[in-house]
């Protein structure tokens, strides 16, 4: 439930580079590394050509996680309510062995034996 949580709420964002429509370098906690393209269009920028375009593109994708968490019970809808509770309800009967003892001869005495039948029948245990 945690990681849940975690993963929820945390925002990140990919950087990635394109040459030429192919992905050169993509990169999730800093800048992705360019193809060293547009250093060589630079360089050649003496000559003042505006034919030529530039083949490299920079795309960043962001992913917001949650900002705002539900921390109280009582702010759930009620339908949530009676979803969590039969969880928790469940998940704890797992670990738990029922206490209900089940004894229904507890009241019964046996009867009073009058004769050993056993002894009668002649069967013995070996």
């Known amino acids: 439930m945690a990681l849940i ?3 929820s709420t945390v925002s990140f964002t990919v950087d990635s580079h394109y040459c030429g429509g192919v992905l050169v370098d993509s990169s999730l906690f800093g800048l992705a590394e360019t193809c060293d393209m547009e250093v060589q269009l630079q360089s050649q920028s003496s ?3 505006i034919s030529k375009k530039d083949c490299c593109s920079d795309e960043q994708l962001n992913v917001e996680g949650q900002d705002i968490l539900r921390i109280s019970f009582d702010k759930l809808e009620k339908e949530q309510q009676i979803f969590v509770a039969a969880f928790i309800h469940s ?3 797992l670990f738990f062995e029922s206490q209900v ?3 229904s001869y507890r009241n019964y005495t046996p009867p009073l034996l009058v004769r050993d039948i056993h002894l ?3 069967t013995f245990l070996i």
Do not use: K
Request: glycine fraction near 0%.
């Open 120 to 122: 009668l029948d002649q």
């Open 101 to 103: 003892d089940l004894n």
């Open 91 to 93: 998940y704890i009967n």
């Open 47 to 49: 000559e003042c050509d």
């Open 5 to 7: 949580v975690l993963l």
